[in-house]
């Protein structure tokens, strides 16, 4: 074989594992099957089939074309597909997908194809369990970017193999054994030895395996990018949910009643803050009611946010509820989600102080950590006795908002955007959100992007 014979069976290689990735990606029911958090035995079962079959097809394709040149025909990916699946499916999956696409070889009498597949979906599935934050597989890549000077800033300093390293390494062991294979036993075996490598053959080699690595890397990367759309979705979803949460608790008769009524009562001593109410009321109905950006500023969100407590304050009185804010001006043009402090300061005024007596305070803070932008939501109300989650299940209300801002951090930014709360009966709440630091120019499609591939840093 010759450099460009290599080089057509590469090119052929990739752009099928790429058409194949591309038309699976498009289908919805592999999307469910292949997003789910946990797939059941019969998910399971289902994923595999969908994967393994149109790979078995292709391997049928290469064994009935006798007419042709093996070296010319690259449609043969059993062996990385064994690979792709096991990593994503699991030992059970990838075991089965590589006795799926090896039985159309294994029935031509290449009898080492079986063990193989079987072998290299067994240890990927072995490795996937190992894994422990998702976000290693679905950014797992063999190009060089600045990820690679991450990587060896990390490592030099505290010496360590990652899950991305030792997926890499086990691909090269298993690429490795299989030439071995291929040489012991030339018709056991469909790959490209040494003998059938142009010269030099160590540089053929190197670039035979990078071929394995991008032809497992590059279905990953293209779903990936259906993730990435489908959590994007979720977000404006959820979005929407907050916004007719704050709309129908805030914009109900029994507010606007309250709200007026206050204005009102301030029309003949204090008409400027009577204007000046009735201002904040219609930012707040027009934001609420308007369309707006799915990611905003810190300073942009905490203008909102102050709409809606002077309007409280106004309610309340001066005396009953006050606010204190410490933040840090360094954290006012972070991006964040939009609608993502009011559900808390709303809960803290409804079920914290609104309770109490003699009323109480609410205290906001933010500050710069480690990459990330942590804010505190701190009230001295009466606390909570149950967590958010069971609150909301009790049918009463309380805490669905903060569900969903926990659940938009969690489609956003996977298990780098987090919020937690501290609460005690009598003693308050505090809840703490965690997110990291976005730059201002990206869009919101580059901004999840951006913060779901971050946990390879």
Same mark, same amino acid.
């Given at each position: 074989m010759d450099w460009q014979s290599l080089f057509f069976q590469l090119l052929v290689k990739l752009g099928t594992a790429a058409a194949v990735a591309s038309v699976l990606g498009?289908?919805?029911?592999?999307? /469910?099957?292949?997003f789910a958090e946990r797939r059941s035995r019969r998910k399971n079962v289902l994923f595999t089939l969908f994967t393994s079959i149109p790979f078995a097809v292709l391997v049928y394709t290469r064994c009935r074309a006798k007419y042709l040149q093996a070296a010319d025909v690259g449609v043969d990916m059993g062996f990385e597909a064994s690979i792709l699946i096991g990593v994503i499916g699991g030992r059970v999956a990838g075991t089965l997908g590589g006795a799926i696409m090896a039985l159309p070889a294994t029935l031509h009498g290449e009898y080492l194809t079986l063990p193989v597949n079987v072998v290299a979906g067994l240890l990927a599935g072995s490795l996937r369990h190992f894994c422990r934050n998702e976000e290693e597989i679905w950014t797992f890549s063999?190009?060089?970017?600045? %990820?690679?000077?991450?990587?060896? /800033?990390?490592?030099?300093?505290?010496?360590?193999?990652d899950w991305q390293t030792a997926f890499?390494?086990?691909?090269?062991?298993?690429?490795?054994a299989r030439l071995e294979l291929r040489?012991?036993?030339?018709?056991?075996?469909?790959?490209?030895?040494?003998?059938?490598?142009? %010269?030099?053959?160590?540089?053929?080699?190197?670039?035979?395996l990078a071929g394995v690595i991008a032809t497992i890397s590059i279905p990953i990367k293209?779903?990936?990018?259906?993730?990435?759309?489908? /959590?994007?979705?979720?977000?404006?979803?959820?979005?929407?949910?907050?916004?007719?949460?704050?709309?129908? %608790?805030?914009?109900?008769?029994?507010? &606007?009643?309250?709200? &007026?009524?206050?204005? %009102?009562?301030?029309?003949?001593?204090?008409?400027?803050r009577a204007r000046d109410l009735i201002v904040k009321l219609s930012k707040i109905l027009r934001r609420?009611?308007? /369309?707006?950006?799915?990611?905003?500023?810190?300073?942009?969100?905490i203008e909102s946010v102050d709409d809606y407590l002077d309007i409280e304050v106004a309610r309340f009185g001066r005396d009953k509820l006050r606010v204190y804010k410490h933040l840090n001006p360094d954290t006012l043009d972070v991006i964040i989600p939009s609608m993502l402090l009011q559900p808390l300061v709303e809960n803290s005024i409804k079920h914290g102080l609104q309770p109490k007596v003699d009323g109480g305070s609410i205290t906001v803070r933010s500050r710069l950590q480690e990459g990330k932008l942590v804010i505190h939501v701190e009230d001295d109300g009466v606390g909570m006795s149950a967590p958010p989650a069971v609150a909301a299940q009790t049918g009463s209300g309380r805490g669905i908002g903060m569900i969903n801002v926990a659940e938009r951090l969690h489609v956003l930014f996977g298990d780098e955007g987090k919020m937690t709360v501290q609460s005690r009966d009598g003693h308050g709440t505090l809840v703490i959100v965690e997110l990291p630091v976005l730059q201002q120019e990206e869009s919101a499609a580059s901004v999840a992007y951006a913060a779901r591939s971050s946990t390879r840093s």
């Open positions: 498009r289908a919805r029911e592999f999307k /469910k099957l292949l063999p190009f060089l970017d600045m %990820s690679v000077y991450r990587w060896l /800033k990390r490592n030099l300093r505290h010496p360590r193999v890499f390494l086990i691909i090269v062991a298993l690429q490795a040489v012991a036993a030339p018709k056991g075996l469909f790959a490209l030895g040494p003998d059938d490598l142009p %010269s030099p053959v160590p540089l053929a080699l190197m670039l035979g293209i779903w990936n990018n259906a993730r990435i759309e489908m /959590k994007l979705e979720e977000q404006e979803r959820l979005l929407l949910e907050a916004r007719l949460d704050a709309l129908q %608790s805030q914009i109900n008769p029994h507010f &606007l009643f309250n709200t &007026l009524n206050s204005i %009102s009562s301030l029309v003949r001593f204090d008409p400027d609420l009611l308007g /369309k707006h950006d799915e990611f905003v500023q810190l300073r942009e969100e």
